[in-house]
């Protein structure tokens, strides 16, 4: 998708009865075939069958350590770039991922239930130390309401 033809897309998604009729009523019988298909073909969309759940539940369920993993991997991937990797659980300065893991626990949160967010700053001559900040669901949504 180019940047061009993006503002007809948002024109379609925001608003439907801009669409012509043809346009209506491709788009109506594409959500009737979908709703017949998936629960009979669920792989064809990029799920799993519940008989194929049941044989492997490992490879359909998500690793909880992955997002920890991902961290991990991003000061190799940017290594040109960075040049420090900090953490902080809420608001506690860290050392390494180990010690964010183990800090955790001893708060008694799971693995699964930390959010991070990366924060770049101290940018000097194109190198950056970046900060990242963990912090539990919880803490999360209670932010967002406030």
Known sequence: MTFHSFPKFKKQVDAPEQLSERDQRDVAEKRANFDRDFPKHPERYGFCTFDEFRRNKAKWRANPEQQLVSVEQAGSLFKGQIRKIKHELEGYPCDSLEAV????????????????????????????DILVRWFHKSTVRKRQEW
């Open 101 to 128: 893991q183990a800090q955790a626990r001893s708060m008694g949160f799971r693995d699964q239930d930390l959010v991070y967010y990366p924060v770049p700053h101290n940018h000097l001559a194109g190198k950056f």
